[in-house]
């Protein structure tokens, strides 16, 4: 992600065209592609379930709290994206890849 994000311009310059319609389509989501991540998030909500029956707390309540910041958060995230357009892609790819980063530290430590 940071590498994509980082990556000279120049560099895009010496791509082919073949290479250059490769690009585009591999850019394209599939239903495939779709598909698998529907079953990742998936599994990730179901160990977040098991998880909140460990914890001493109104479950349903939680879940309530979970999906009313999900949905807030999305239609930030939307309202933003359409403000900004593509003037904030490149920035946005870099600041995506060192919150990535800094998740992963923060877990290792």
């Known amino acids: 992600m940071l590498y994509e994000a980082l990556k000279s311009e120049d560099s895009d ?3 082919d065209h073949a290479n250059e319609e490769e690009r585009v389509n591999s850019a394209r ?3 495939q592609v779709m598909l698998s991540l529907a079953i990742a998030t998936s599994i990730d909500a179901m160990a977040a379930g098991f998880t909140l029956n460990l ?3 109104n ?3 939680a879940c309530l709290i979970i999906a009313l ?4 958060c999305s239609f930030i ?3 933003l994206g ?3 357009g593509t003037w904030f892609e490149d920035k946005a790819e870099i600041l995506g890849g060192l919150v990535l980063i800094a998740i992963a530290i923060k877990m290792v430590l």
């Open 82 to 84: 359409r403000q900004s």
């Open 69 to 72: 910041v999900t949905a807030i």
């Open 77 to 79: 995230g939307v309202y």
């Open 55 to 57: 914890l001493a707390l």
């Open 29 to 31: 989501v599939s239903q």
């Open 59 to 61: 479950a349903y309540l």
């Open 13 to 15: 310059e010496l791509i």
